[in-house]
């Protein structure tokens, strides 16, 4: 069953064998303060909507923020959206994140959770997120492409995991990137040296969306469906 491929994967995937720099944090929800929960809230998406065969077509973002999968393990899901949406609840612990807000918009638009993640797998590029030292001495997320190093670190690493979610069963003729700028080109750098998509379809990030072209939101959910159709219409 594809769940218990995607689980599997997910909650193997390793970080520490990227030996990163002392500088770097790793924002690691599935063993951290509210582990256990992360765990059974995975446990739970991917058992309610990915018990079957049928392939998906991935779509993968940048790396966890603290409010999103980094709160409940789940890509682009805040919990309040764990709740309202996915019907799995949350204790302890409450996040609401803007990039979730788009998504979940978008998720309704596309017929609901169950149309929805019955044809798209949603992941990062990096499963797990980072933090490091701001200005004022606290943590603050950090995208891997920021980093130089870290970005250098990872890559192996990410290598091994896109072509991990493509063996249990992904669509290979389209994927599609959250992310137009930094995310995009480094994941069709690696396509186009590994080759793990015929073609890759850019969206704008969520927060990019949300942050400076909210007046504008019918136009990007109306083009993450565009995506949607093209990619459901190509051959597996």
Known sequence: MLADRLLKEVFAFDITKAKLPKRIGVLDPFNGEHAGQVRRNVELFHRRYYADEQPRMLMLGINPGRFGAGSTGICFTDTKRCVADLGIPVEGVQTHEPSSDFFYRMVRAAGGAEAFYGQVYVQSLCPLGFTRKGNKGTWVNLNYYDDPVLQKKIT?????????????????????????????????????????????????????????????????????????????????
Do not use: S
């Open 156 to 236: 192996p690493l990410m290598v091994e995991w896109i072509h991990a979610l493509v063996a249990t069963g992904m669509h290979t003729t389209v994927a599609c990137c959250i992310g137009t700028g930094k995310n995009y080109a480094f994941m069709q750098k690696l396509n186009d040296k590994h080759g793990f998509f015929g073609r890759i379809i850019p969206l704008e990030h969520p927060r990019f969306v949300m942050q400076y072209r909210y007046k504008r939101l019918g136009e990007y959910i109306d083009k993450y469906l565009a995506a949607l159709e093209e990619a459901y219409a190509a051959p597996v």
